[in-house]
């Protein structure tokens, strides 16, 4: 081996004190903690101490909301805070405005990332399924793959015609990439601001029900057995959509799915009081839908895990549940919320890295450091006991719409490495 | 009896000991409404915003009159033809009203919570007079209230139906929680499309059958129902929603010989409830109107005088 340029001692690889070894922005080597040895001479020698090491992670649900609704977040801010909250790649959905159903927006949404993030994070758009999201015509996704798209979604805004979504999947499949399927019936979902059931008929507000779901996870799982193309399933809230899902796993169907800190976190009691922080699209559930999800993750029945981050301004939210958007910003908090499942032995240090980065980088053919020779050295030190108050001036997105404002987060990133250059430190 | 709640949210908010002083204080603003000159100067010099985001002429009018009745300075804002029109935020509407420097806000609002998001931000003192389907607490009141003028202080032993459009009622589900604390029970008749989720959890029985609903009941609470909800798909027309949901004299047969009817208005006769029923002598409909005022003027006195403030 030739002698590394840096190294950096005493981390832990899931559970073992590694050091990590780099050389040029690439992985040499991580081997096991010797006290004794010796490189040198090496331009950084680091002691990681005892912080958790991970590969940079990859958010597949993302929105960055520009161009269009910059007073909500930017390219810049958001990725600023992807960066900060640990990941490396983040895919940003297609509700722009305009929306990103043409190359040139496509193109924009690259450009901007470059320029604002040269070192990363890399922003990875995903394109839109139907024109204007509109649910009525395709769109041109052949245009938005050769421009950088590296899946479609009309994520938001369900695709309810039933034939239409499925020629997206045909299509789609032609190019090699997959769709992502926000899984909502439109006429049984209503205007819902929360989970349907007991706490909504006593708050009096419209209820979404889980069925609303089900229907469109069970519909896309059909479509993908008939017609042997994969579907990814987007934000899954709840118990009987898992059950959909394990069907169609052990049938060995190519469906995969994805779910949301929030929705391993949280349930619907933090709407009491009308919370229009914890108002979310699809909604949170009752603590068995939460139960249900951690499981889910753990067993791998639910791939990845994604964070939806949703941001937007502070005037459009502080409202009553009716008239407050959807959305929970994510990118800062959610490796802290993934931190307190494994402090509570809900899920390990291994699952993270499988579930954020390993299984995303599969499923949507995107570059991954698996800490392998030769591997880009993109990763995060995480330190699990760092306590950090979550309040405006602590989270780097612009958008600070989280139930978690005002409390108490154990766990923080507190460097992240791109290419093996510092590009962020606490 | 010291007030310290600064805000009248809804019922629960309330122990049944506040709820027979209210009534208690109501008592004595029916009699000052028996005067010739119906005005007594308890709340000279304050002022109370009368901030009515959805239309309702008839709450609005019974909290303007309760209000000068005591001399308070009343002034009404609507949604339209006001600054408060455009796009503004409820949170910028808040602060306009605020600016105000009021006593109190009278809130009637189309959205759930929405008296409780002013409540958490302003200092003066919010009574809820309807926000969404949530809570219409000063309706519930003035239902026990007027229901109290006939049975006296004991509820207990009385079954109330409450029949029609459950899921989108605030008075529904702000009668229910005063009616159960007061000991009387509560039965619940509507179709299934027209019940709220999780109905089954309420203190109060269900049913589909108006025939059966109707037997022994000791009062019947009759809702309005918004024409609209035929096109939301939840009843096929109304014609049948009267023939099988509509209080007729037919249903009377089953109940209480002295059954009482109630309906907080406006009533759509012949939907509802037919037009005879409405007028007829077990009729308490005027009555909620009277009651209306002298609860709300004891509302408004004890929000505007009470001692401590929270
Ligand atoms: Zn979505």
């Given at each position: 081996?030739?002698?590394?340029?840096?190294?950096?001692?005493?981390?832990?690889?899931?559970?073992?004190p590694?050091?990590?070894?780099?050389?040029?922005?690439?992985?040499?080597g991580?081997?096991?903690?010797?006290?004794?040895?010796e490189?040198?001479?090496?331009?950084?020698?680091?002691?990681?101490?005892?912080?958790?090491?991970?590969?940079?992670?990859?958010?597949?649900?993302?929105?960055?909301?520009?161009?269009?609704?910059?007073?909500k977040?930017?390219?810049?801010?958001?990725?600023?805070?992807?960066?900060?909250?640990?990941?490396?790649?983040?895919?940003?959905?297609?509700?722009?405005?305009?929306?990103?159903?043409?190359?040139?927006?496509?193109?924009?949404?690259?450009?901007?990332?470059?320029?604002?993030?040269?070192?990363?994070?890399?922003?990875?758009?995903?394109?839109?399924?139907?024109?204007?999201?509109?649910?009525?015509?395709?769109?041109?996704?052949?245009?938005?793959?050769?421009?950088?798209?590296?899946?479609?979604?009309?994520?938001?805004?369900?695709?309810?015609?039933?034939?239409?979504?499925?020629?997206?999947?045909?299509?789609?499949?032609?190019?090699?990439?997959?769709?992502?399927?926000?899984?909502e019936?439109?006429?049984?979902?209503?205007?819902?601001?929360?989970?349907?059931?007991?706490?909504?008929?006593?708050?009096?507000?419209?209820?979404?029900?889980?069925?609303?779901?089900?229907?469109?996870?069970?519909?896309d799982?059909?479509?993908?057995?008939?017609?042997n193309?994969?579907?990814?399933?987007?934000?899954i809230?709840?118990?009987?959509?898992?059950?959909?899902?394990?069907?169609?796993?052990?049938?060995?169907?190519?469906?995969?799915?994805?779910?949301?800190?929030?929705?391993?976190?949280?349930?619907?009691?933090?709407v009491?009081?009308?919370?229009?922080?914890?108002?979310?699209?699809?909604?949170?559930?009752?603590?068995?839908?939460?139960?249900?999800?951690?499981?889910?993750v753990?067993?791998?029945?639910?791939?990845?895990?994604?964070?939806?981050?949703?941001?937007?301004?502070?005037?459009?939210?502080?409202?009553?549940?009716?008239?407050?958007?959807?959305?929970?910003?994510?990118?800062?908090?959610?490796?802290?919320?993934?931190?307190?499942?494994?402090?509570?032995?809900?899920?390990?240090?291994?699952?993270?890295?499988?579930?954020?980065?390993?299984?995303?980088?599969?499923?949507?053919?995107?570059?991954?450091?698996?800490?392998?020779?030769?591997?880009?050295?993109?990763?995060?030190?995480?330190?699990?006991?760092?306590?950090?108050i979550?309040?405006?001036s602590?989270?780097?997105?612009?958008?600070?719409?989280?139930p978690?404002m005002?409390?108490t987060?154990?766990?923080?990133?507190?460097?992240?490495?791109?290419?093996?250059?510092?590009?962020?430190?606490? | 009896?010291?007030?310290?709640?600064?805000?009248?949210?809804?019922?629960?908010?309330?122990n049944?000991?506040?709820i027979?002083?209210?009534?208690?204080?109501?008592?004595?603003?029916?009699?000052?409404?028996?005067?010739?000159?119906?005005?007594?100067?308890?709340?000279?010099?304050?002022?109370?915003?009368?901030?009515?985001?959805?239309?309702?002429?008839?709450?609005?009018?019974?909290?303007?009159?309760?209000?000068?009745?005591?001399?308070?300075?009343?002034?009404?804002?609507?949604k339209?033809?006001?600054?408060?029109?455009?796009?503004?935020?409820?949170?910028?509407?808040?602060?306009?009203?605020?600016?105000?420097?009021?006593?109190?806000?009278?809130?009637?609002?189309?959205?759930?919570?929405?008296?409780?998001?002013?409540?958490?931000?302003?200092?003066?003192s919010?009574?809820?007079?309807?926000?969404?389907?949530?809570?219409?607490?000063?309706?519930?009141?003035?239902?026990?209230?007027?229901?109290?003028?006939?049975?006296?202080?004991?509820?207990?032993?009385?079954?109330?139906?409450?029949?029609?459009?459950?899921?989108?009622?605030?008075?529904?589900?702000?009668?229910?929680?005063?009616?159960?604390?007061?000991?009387?029970?509560?039965?619940l008749?509507?179709?299934?499309?027209?019940?709220?989720?999780?109905?089954?959890?309420?203190?109060?029985?269900?049913?589909?059958?108006?025939?059966?609903?109707?037997?022994?009941?000791?009062?019947?609470?009759?809702?309005?129902?918004?024409l609209?909800?035929?096109?939301?798909?939840?009843?096929?027309?109304?014609?049948?929603?009267?023939?099988?949901?509509?209080?007729?004299?037919?249903?009377?047969?089953?109940?209480?010989?002295?059954?009482?009817?109630?309906?907080?208005?406006?009533?759509?006769?012949?939907?509802?409830?037919?037009?005879?029923?409405?007028?007829a002598?077990?009729?308490?409909?005027?009555?909620q109107?009277?009651?209306?005022?002298?609860?709300?003027?004891?509302?408004?006195?004890?929000?505007?005088?009470?001692?401590?403030?929270?």
């Amino acid at each position: 081996m030739a002698a590394p340029q840096s190294i950096l001692r005493n981390v832990i690889w899931l559970d073992q004190p590694m050091d990590l070894l780099i050389d040029q922005g690439t992985i040499m080597g991580l081997v096991p903690v010797d006290q004794g040895r010796e490189i040198t001479p090496l331009e950084r020698d680091m002691d990681g101490q005892g912080a958790w090491l991970l590969p940079s992670l990859i958010d597949a649900h993302v929105h960055l909301r520009e161009p269009g609704q910059e007073y909500k977040e930017t390219i810049a801010t958001g990725l600023q805070a992807a960066l900060g909250g640990g990941f490396g790649q983040v895919m940003c959905m297609a509700n722009t405005d305009p929306v990103n159903d043409h190359a040139q927006v496509t193109e924009y949404i690259l450009e901007t990332a470059m320029k604002t993030h040269p070192m990363g994070p890399r922003v990875r758009p995903v394109g839109a399924l139907t024109k204007g999201l509109a649910g009525k015509e395709l769109a041109p996704m052949a245009e938005l793959a050769r421009a950088g798209c590296v899946a479609f979604s009309n994520d938001g805004v369900p695709v309810g015609d039933n034939d239409l979504f499925r020629r997206s999947m045909e299509y789609a499949a032609d190019l090699g990439l997959k769709v992502i399927d926000h899984c909502e019936d439109p006429t049984l979902s209503g205007h819902g601001v929360m989970n349907e059931g007991v706490l909504s008929g006593q708050l009096g507000l419209k209820g979404s029900p889980w069925v609303a779901e089900t229907l469109h996870v069970a519909r896309d799982i059909m479509l993908a057995e008939y017609l042997n193309i994969p579907v990814h399933l987007a934000h899954i809230s709840c118990k009987e959509s898992v059950e959909q899902i394990l069907v169609a796993k052990e049938k060995g169907l190519p469906v995969t799915a994805e779910t949301c800190a929030h929705y391993l976190v949280w349930d619907e009691t933090m709407v009491q009081g009308y919370n229009f922080l914890a108002k979310v699209h699809p909604p949170l559930r009752t603590r068995e839908d939460v139960m249900a999800l951690r499981r889910a993750v753990k067993e791998g029945v639910i791939d990845i895990l994604v964070t939806d981050h949703a941001p937007h301004a502070d005037f459009e939210k502080e409202t009553t549940m009716d008239e407050a958007p959807n959305g929970i910003s994510g990118l800062d908090t959610a490796l802290s919320l993934y931190a307190s499942l494994v402090r509570d032995k809900v899920l390990t240090r291994e699952d993270i890295v499988t579930r954020c980065a390993l299984r995303p980088a599969e499923i949507f053919n995107l570059e991954v450091n698996r800490f392998a020779p030769g591997n880009r050295a993109d990763f995060v030190l995480f330190d699990p006991d760092h306590a950090w108050i979550v309040e405006p001036s602590t989270m780097l997105s612009k958008g600070k719409n989280t139930p978690c404002m005002g409390t108490t987060l154990l766990g923080k990133v507190i460097a992240h490495y791109l290419k093996g250059q510092l590009a962020y430190t606490l | 009896m010291q007030w310290n709640h600064k805000d009248l949210l809804d019922i629960d908010q309330l122990n049944r000991e506040e709820i027979g002083y209210v009534f208690q204080v109501a008592d004595r603003f029916v009699e000052v409404n028996k005067r010739p000159v119906k005005k007594v100067p308890v709340l000279k010099g304050k002022s109370v915003v009368l901030f009515f985001a959805e239309p309702s002429t008839r709450t609005k009018t019974s909290f303007d009159i309760a209000g000068k009745r005591l001399s308070a300075d009343t002034f009404s804002l609507t949604k339209t033809g006001s600054s408060l029109q455009k796009g503004e935020t409820l949170k910028d509407t808040a602060l306009t009203l605020q600016a105000m420097s009021p006593d109190a806000i009278v809130l009637r609002h189309w959205s759930s919570g929405a008296a409780s998001f002013l409540a958490q931000r302003l200092e003066c003192s919010i009574i809820n007079a309807g926000d969404g389907r949530h809570a219409h607490p000063s309706q519930a009141l003035l239902d026990g209230f007027t229901l109290r003028q006939v049975w006296g202080d004991d509820f207990g032993g009385k079954t109330v139906l409450i029949l029609g459009d459950i899921a989108h009622s605030r008075v529904a589900r702000s009668d229910i929680r005063l009616l159960t604390m007061l000991g009387a029970k509560v039965r619940l008749c509507a179709p299934r499309t027209l019940l709220p989720s999780g109905v089954r959890t309420w203190p109060v029985t269900v049913g589909h059958d108006l025939a059966k609903a109707c037997r022994g009941v000791d009062a019947i609470i009759c809702l309005r129902l918004q024409l609209e909800r035929q096109k939301a798909g939840l009843l096929p027309d109304l014609r049948e929603y009267a023939k099988t949901y509509g209080l007729n004299d037919s249903h009377l047969e089953k109940a209480a010989p002295d059954v009482r009817i109630m309906h907080p208005g406006p009533i759509n006769r012949g939907i509802e409830i037919s037009s005879a029923l409405a007028d007829a002598p077990g009729s308490l409909v005027l009555d909620q109107v009277t009651s209306g005022v002298a609860v709300r003027m004891a509302l408004l006195y004890l929000y505007l005088t009470r001692t401590i403030s929270v």
